[in-house]
């Protein structure tokens, strides 16, 4: 019997896919063929799987744009996105496939990981990274200031900033210039929120921070001020407040775990050996913490949607993730290669975000994310600033994100 073109002997048909994926350049979080790590994996599981995989890969900062662009004009070219917090946005060009990962899979990950990438109960994709923002802190500078261990509560942490705060230096830093986004000034209240025991929005979809829990949150912020580097609320970006710590000019920070290399990096860091990190301080509910919501999502429009699936779940497999921590610096989100002894021996502060994962958080994601923390942002950053008391400032933010949840409808 001649055997015919896209057919196996025994009656088999090889299913030929071409996949699309749309990816962040690296060093950004990429998956394997796109970052250099799992090559030989990805290379077999295309053989396996009758597939070839093509990448386009944009800087981090123009991925957002060149999606809402592609969608709207309906010539996405893609079967398979990362997406940064912009599901809830992007929610009716894609599917929701993640209703449908394995059980040992989804076992296996962080059940509030799912917070960003869930919309009206679907869940729409699946976080690859674990991104939590943890406390780093110089250990050095907390043993002059008399503090043998990292606070571990919200009275520890005032008090440990306060001792810290000598010498021209300052206890704690942070980028507070940019009210908007995951990393922008409202995140960080929303950290604090969720250790008060808060919520942004209620169950009616409505705001519900105008609350004791919301305005405890951002007293916590107003009373850390006097030992918070004063160029705080001028850093527009998590960089500008990285490079403080990292030459040594302020104590303690909340960063995300990418800092972990650059600490250790004696190109980049004045405090290496001395960079260390631990569980963020608990407020009155416990501690809390906003995740980078990296997430990879299929488009309706994919005409593979079940191949499209399958190499998701590769990215996803134990062996793929290891390797990703290993080769690449960017944790996996999969508990189990978290708690792994080479990966935590490789990337120590592992552990660490492997226990903060074990504390329930939420980055109150919505389609008009941008606007409502440009809204809440804004007034934290007047109380911040002491042009009006904190009850006031939340008083404010909510009335104005009611007005924006009321457009939306």
Known sequence: MTTMPGWFEGGAKAQSAALNVFSPLPPDPAPPGAAKFSEEAFAKWQADNGATVAYETLAWPQLHDRMATAFASGAAPWDITYNCGWVPEFESFLTPYADNLPKALVDDLPATSFATTTVG?????AVFTLSLLTLFYNKELMEQAGFKEAPKTWDEFKACAKEMTRDGRFGFVLNYGDPAGIGGTASYWMVFLQQAGGKVYGEDGMPAFKSDEGVAALQMMVDLMPSTDPGSI???GINDATNVLLAGRAGMMMNWPFMWNAGNDPKQSQIVGKMTSAVLP???????SI????????????????????????????????????????????LSVLADPEVQAKAPNAAVVLEQAKHPYDSFVTADYNQVTVAIGTEVQKALQGSKTAAQ?????????????????
């Open 121 to 125: 109960g679907k869940r729409y994709g």
């Open 234 to 236: 001028s850093y527009a």
């Open 282 to 288: 608990a407020g009155l509910k416990g501690s809390a």
């Open 291 to 334: 995740d980078g919501t990296d997430a990879w999502t299929i488009t309706k429009a994919s005409k593979n949607q079940d191949k499209a699936q399958k190499l998701i779940e590769f990215y996803l497999d134990a062996e793929v993730q290891k390797r990703q921590v290993l080769d690449t610096g960017w944790l996996p989100i999969r």
């Open 393 to 409: 400032a939340i008083a404010d933010a909510q009335d104005a994100v009611t007005a924006i949840v009321k457009r939306r409808g």
